[in-house]
C-alpha cells in the first residue's frame, strides 16, 4: 500500500498530514508564513527605486508586490521540505490541497521528482479544517 501524504495549503500555512488507514488523517507537520497576513507596507521598508528611461512609464516591466514575493518563498519552503522527505523516503504519493492562486505558486516551486508523485490536486482552500473535518471532507469526495 502507497504512503499517501495531504498537503492542505494556503499562502499562510501548509499542513502533511499522513494518511493512516482508511479514512484517518494524522497531520505530521506544519509549516507557517506569518507574513501572508501582512500588508505589503508591513513588508516593505523602503520605497522602490524609481528608474530613468526604458523602465519608465509605459513599460511592460510588471512588478512583484512584498505579499507575493513572501508567498513564493513559502511555496519554495513547502516544496524544499517536500523534496528533503521523498529522499527519507517518507511518502510515495502526493495530493495537493490549496486555493488556485497559491496552488500555481506550490507546483512551480516542486521538484521534477516530487511533481511526479502528485497523484492528485484540489483546487481548495481547505488548511483551516481541522484533521476530523478533512477526514470527512475526503470521506464524502470519494
Do not use: C
Amino acid at each position: 500500500m502507497a504512503n499517501t501524504w495531504i498537503i492542505a495549503a494556503d499562502s499562510s500555512r501548509a499542513r502533511f498530514l499522513q494518511v493512516a488507514g482508511r479514512e484517518r488523517l494524522v497531520e505530521i507537520a506544519s509549516l507557517f508564513n506569518p507574513e501572508a497576513r501582512m500588508d505589503n507596507r508591513e513588508l516593505t521598508t523602503d520605497a522602490h527605486p524609481r528608474f530613468r528611461g526604458t523602465a519608465g512609464p509605459g513599460s511592460d516591466r510588471q512588478e512583484t508586490s512584498a505579499q507575493e514575493h513572501a508567498t513564493e518563498l513559502f511555496a519554495k519552503r513547502v516544496g524544499d521540505y517536500l523534496e528533503k522527505a521523498r529522499t527519507d523516503h517518507r511518502y510515495d504519493e502526493l495530493v495537493l490541497v490549496a486555493p488556485p492562486k497559491f496552488l500555481g505558486a506550490l507546483r512551480r516551486s516542486l521538484d521534477k521528482e516530487v511533481a511526479k508523485r502528485v497523484v492528485d490536486e484540489l483546487p481548495k482552500d481547505l488548511s483551516w479544517l481541522k484533521e476530523r473535518e478533512l477526514e470527512r471532507y475526503f470521506a464524502k469526495e470519494t
